[in-house]
């Protein structure tokens, strides 16, 4: 092994101007000076208190912007939901554990809150046995073969 002189220091590089120097005016105009390349950019709003101003442009956007929403499930639905499963005399609660489902989605569907999901609207309509899709909402299922 080759021996080494643990004594001697050698310095790769100097350590730059703290965050505070490099900011300064007068740290700034001596880079210049010396022909470094400084980028310098001003923000925008800085040092005031403003977190949220409004632009020019938001009344705009307010007056363009369409409602956009989800379809929810239909009143007439959530009622028809309710009188199956109480015909059946089950709770809300019985009914979701017959369909897997959390006893909320329930209550989320008979209230109409609920943004209609086929797969879950047919678990209900299996279960309460009364039609919640189409157009003879509220009607028995046919029991029969599928059709294929």
């Known amino acids: 092994m080759a021996e080494s002189d643990w004594d001697t220091v050698t ?16 740290a700034i105009l001596a880079a210049q ?16 208190n403003r977190q949220h101003s409004i632009t020019k442009n938001t009344a705009k956007l307010d007056r363009e912007t369409e409602e956009l929403h989800h379809d929810r499930v239909t009143l007439e639905v959530g009622k028809v939901i309710q009188q199956g ?11 979701a554990t017959k369909i897997n489902e959390k006893p909320q989605v329930i209550a989320d569907y008979e209230s ?12 209900i309509e299996r279960a309460i046995g009364l039609k919640l899709r189409g157009k003879d909402i509220g009607k028995p299922i046919e029991k029969g073969p599928r059709a294929k």
């Open 11 to 26: 310095v790769l590089r100097k350590k730059g101007p703290t965050a505070a120097q490099a900011k300064s005016k007068q």
């Open 33 to 48: 000076r010396r022909g470094e390349d400084v980028e310098t950019s001003k923000k925008w709003a800085a040092g005031q």
């Open 112 to 123: 109409g809150r609920a943004i209609p999901n086929n797969q879950v609207l047919g678990k």
């Open 85 to 95: 499963r109480q015909s059946k005399g089950l709770t809300q609660k019985d009914l």
